[in-house]
């Protein structure tokens, strides 16, 4: 019986580590007002060029969820994060995306001032597709003026 709670206190000891771990890596503190001059797909959704904001979904406590809404508030998007750290302190808030031909699809946000930002957690399938036909992303980023 000992082993038992001993085993069961451990769990749920490392069980609370690990959650308030991962709950505070990300570093999106407000919102990213974002022009964007191209389409782009985040995860498997593909939003024309034009205004976005990026913050945390409603309920999500800062956590892993974050919300995309076009400027006129049509269109918007959940996407799972984790968390992303930049060689770098942007000047601007940055969007990072990984271009392949005409096709661009949003990888990293980081908000001026702070080289803790996110990583979009889950990759499109057009985008793991083009990976597996051998085609080569290159790399840009799209710095905010905010």
Known sequence: MRYTVNLLFFTSAASLLFLAASSGNAQIVGQVDADIHHGFTIVNTTLPPGRYVFRWSPGSNQDRTMLVTSGDGNKSVEFLVRQSTDSLTPTHSDLIFNRYGDKEFLTRIY????????????????????????????????????
Not at 121 to 141: I, M, Q
Request: no cysteine; aromatic share 0%.
């Open 111 to 146: 908000e001026r001032g702070d080289k803790s930002g996110v990583a979009v957690a889950e990759p499109s399938r057009a985008e793991e597709r083009l990976k597996k036909e051998g085609e080569t992303a290159v790399e840009h980023t799209e710095e905010q003026s905010q």
